[in-house]
């Protein structure tokens, strides 16, 4: 009833209460051109459409009379305590959607306990966004760069900066195929807004003969693309860092075999929210066979879809550690910067207790297949 009632009179103050609604109304802010950069996919926009589909054939089979007063969504993860399994995932270039951009979202993030992952192409630099989170927890998500001694730098100065692990997109090769941003005509990274973390990097301007904005944008074109990545450089990138590596963008249960193979220290199921290979299969419909693979040896993290406290109690009951969210925070930030991204987070921690708790379980740990089925 406590929760109820807080929670309907902070309705009065017309925030809105789900993702859909936040949505809408990031839809009547932002221009054109940065509401379909952040909303749309790849493609014709089925793995996009997918991602939600997939939540929608299963259901959850709740059990009842379990005693779930006391009830806990905290999770240990690469021996930290996090307050549940949810972080915000790597978005870069967060000033299209709001002027605070990242720092509001940081701050955000670090007053709710949910840890933030940090894009290489951030609108603020890394260290930036290290100072608005004081102790809480972050990661750094890193875009392998051609260079790769520009990403050895990143990293570490994402050690210094306080940042527990790195996460290493690998679904980015080539940027996917964008239909409404070739109708807009709209590309943020052309904008230059996804420099900070390149130009504060000091490998990376010892490249350029001059550091202007042109020439930083050239630079970064030619460097955040790379079809040579491969396996092999996991090897260098734990050369040059002690913080554990995960490897984002996996759906093949055979590349998560490789992952293990190459000492990866965790997944990150992802389609990039749809963004990149239209017409790859939903993350939810992939992770159970990744999760067979890894057997509980290293965290699988799922993100792509999440939108509710019973998506993520899905994606748990078929084997993720944890779940990010990409796109929800973002509609947040664009409608009501740092406190629009906490209104987010504060409801998706809620739902997520309120949805283990009518599912019977006490814990992450509870939650397991036997209270899911899968429609016909
Ligand atoms: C992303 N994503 C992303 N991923 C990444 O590794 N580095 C990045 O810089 C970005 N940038 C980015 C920008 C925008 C506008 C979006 C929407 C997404 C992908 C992101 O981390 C995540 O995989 C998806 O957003 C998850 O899907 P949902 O929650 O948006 O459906």
């Known amino acids: 009833e406590t929760l109820l ?11 809105p209460v789900s993702i859909e609604d936040w949505e809408k109304q990031a839809r009547e802010i932002l ?84 840890p933030f992952v940090a894009s290489t ?21 890193l875009y392998w760069s051609n260079d790769r001694e520009v990403s050895a730098s990143m990293v570490k100065r994402a050690e210094a900066a306080g940042y527990s692990a790195i996460v290493l997109t690998v679904d980015t090769v080539m940027l996917g195929w964008k239909r409404r941003d070739f109708r807009n005509g709209y590309s943020p990274l052309r904008e230059g807004r996804g420099l900070a973390n390149y130009i504060t990097d000091p490998v990376f301007c010892s490249r350029l003969a001059e550091v202007t904005p042109e020439n930083a944008v050239e630079e970064v074109l030619k ?25 984002k963008g996996l759906l093949h249960p055979d590349d998560a075999r490789l992952a293990l193979e190459h000492g990866v220290d965790g997944i990150i199921v992802s389609n990039h929210g749809g963004r990149q290979m239209d017409g790859a299969i939903s993350t939810l419909d992939a992770l159970p066979a990744i999760a067979e693979v890894v057997a509980g040896s290293i965290p699988v ?45 504060d409801t998706l921690l809620h739902e997520f207790d309120v949805a283990m708790a009518l599912s019977g379980s006490r814990s992450v740990e509870d939650l397991n297949r036997s209270i899911l089925v899968r429609l016909p």
């Open 301 to 345: 993290l799922l993100d792509s879809g999440v939108r509710t406290g019973a998506d993520v109690v899905k994606a748990i009951a078929l084997g993720a550690n944890a779940v990010l969210i990409g796109r929800p925070f973002l509609y947040g930030l664009a409608v009501a910067g740092e406190q629009g991204v906490s209104s987010v987070l």
């Open 223 to 247: 460097n955040i693309y790379h079809p040579a990545l491969n396996w092999s450089d996991i090897g260098f990138l734990r050369e040059h860092t002690r913080l554990p590596i995960l490897v």
């Open 121 to 141: 192409v951030s609108s603020t630099s890394l260290e930036q966004i290290a100072e608005a989170m004081g102790a809480a927890e972050r990661w750094f998500q």
């Open 31 to 114: 221009p054109d051109g940065p509401f379909d950069y952040i909303a749309g996919g790849s493609g014709a926009e089925e793995t996009l459409a997918e991602n939600r589909r997939a939540f929608s054939r299963w259901a959850i089979v709740p059990r009842m009379m379990r005693d779930v007063t006391n009830r806990t969504s905290a999770i240990t993860m690469f021996g930290r305590k996090l307050s549940a399994p949810i972080f915000l995932a790597p978005v870069g270039m967060q000033s299209i959607a709001h002027r605070d951009a990242e720092l509001a979202t940081a701050r955000a993030a670090a007053a709710a306990g949910v």
């Open 5 to 15: 009632f807080t929670r309907v009179s902070k309705s009065t103050q017309a925030l």
